[in-house]
């Protein structure tokens, strides 16, 4: 059985790509619009005198395709993983601050449930 994709990883996107898609998954990657992707490689390429052209190939040759069952992504997904490719601390530390939020509400709710609520009892009681 393959291992699922991986959502940090670097991937050629072929289907929105003009030559090999490492422009692309290069924007895929990052987040920054794909064209201004391109204008930074072609810029890059005039200052270089042509010698980026051999790492581009290279790295169309070298990098996988992107897999199909990141296709089916949201736009909140994509920014999501784009946000921990960038800075995976920040990330973990927000994903923890969002479950001790979530974790201080249930307890709020659990205590709601199991403190002696008259109301919440008569509720019940007129339920059956």
């Known amino acids: 059985?393959?291992?699922?994709?991986s959502r940090t990883r670097f991937y050629r996107n072929k289907r929105d790509g003009k030559v090999l898609g490492v422009c692309a998954?290069?924007?895929d990657y990052t987040g920054i619009d794909v064209n201004m992707v391109r204008l930074m490689f072609?810029?890059?390429?005039?200052?270089?005198?042509?010698s980026i052209l051999p790492v581009y190939f290279i790295a169309g040759f070298m990098a996988p395709d992107r897999p199909y069952e990141l296709d089916s992504e949201t736009a909140d997904e994509r920014r999501f993983w784009q946000g921990v490719r960038a800075s995976p601390g920040r990330?973990?530390?927000a994903i923890g601050s969002r479950l001790k939020d979530i974790d201080r509400r249930l307890?709020?709710?659990e205590h709601y449930v199991?403190?002696?609520n008259r109301s919440l009892?008569?509720?019940?009681?007129?339920?059956?």
Do not use: K, N, V, W
């Open 107 to 109: 307890g709020d709710i």
């Open 1 to 5: 059985m393959s291992q699922p994709a």
């Open 114 to 116: 199991t403190t002696e």
């Open 25 to 27: 998954g290069i924007a």
């Open 121 to 128: 009892a008569r509720e019940i009681d007129s339920l059956r």
């Open 42 to 50: 072609l810029f890059s390429l005039f200052i270089s005198g042509g």
């Open 91 to 93: 990330s973990a530390r």
